[in-house]
């Protein structure tokens, strides 16, 4: 299924702990939004929580910055996931200083997948306006994030095994 080069970048199953991932909600822009992330019963990383467009909110992501990687030797990331039947964003950073995101957008069902995501499908974002850089050149990269947010008020459910460079 993999190229035997493969490297995870965070396998919940074998860490079992949350705590070098960080949530940011849309708080920091004055929405009420609420997401959350934890180790389930089952074993599994668990992003959570609800949504709201009030006080011009309509976000939450949980982020995991990491020492820089060389990733010239892979072409994909690859998730497995079991989601909510809803859309959510993959977003990497090739440094944690730069102020946008490389995104792309990937639907879950309400089963385990596996998802796997060219470097070359992300987009530089920021704050949610396309910007007019080339895509990720699948170089280097010293975060991931996940995001939810479809502009309407809604609960969201994602359990999360692992996440690896393919």
């Known amino acids: 299924m993999f190229q035997n080069n493969a490297q995870y970048i965070f396998d919940f199953k074998k860490e079992q702990n949350t705590t070098n ?6 708080g920091v822009m004055g929405g009420l939004s609420k997401g959350s992330i934890s180790i389930n019963e089952s074993g599994y990383g668990h992003f959570k ?43 990497i950073k090739e440094k944690s200083s730069q102020r946008y995101s490389y995104i792309t957008i990937f639907s ?24 007019d850089k080339p895509n990720y050149s699948g170089e280097v ?17 994602l359990q999360i095994e692992s996440i690896l460079l393919d």
Do not use: C, H
Not at 108 to 131: A, M
């Open 141 to 157: 990269m010293d975060e991931i994030a996940i995001l939810f947010g479809n502009k309407k008020k809604e609960s969201f459910s």
């Open 49 to 91: 929580g609800y949504v709201t467009t009030e006080n011009n909110g309509g976000f939450s992501s949980i982020r995991l910055a990491f020492e820089r990687k060389n990733v010239s030797n892979f072409k994909q990331v690859v998730l497995r996931v079991k989601g909510d039947g809803k859309k959510y964003q993959l977003r």
């Open 108 to 131: 879950t069902s309400e089963e385990w997948e596996t998802i796997k995501i060219p470097f070359n499908s992300f987009y530089p974002s920021f704050r949610g306006y396309n910007l």
């Open 21 to 26: 991932w960080y949530v940011v909600n849309d």
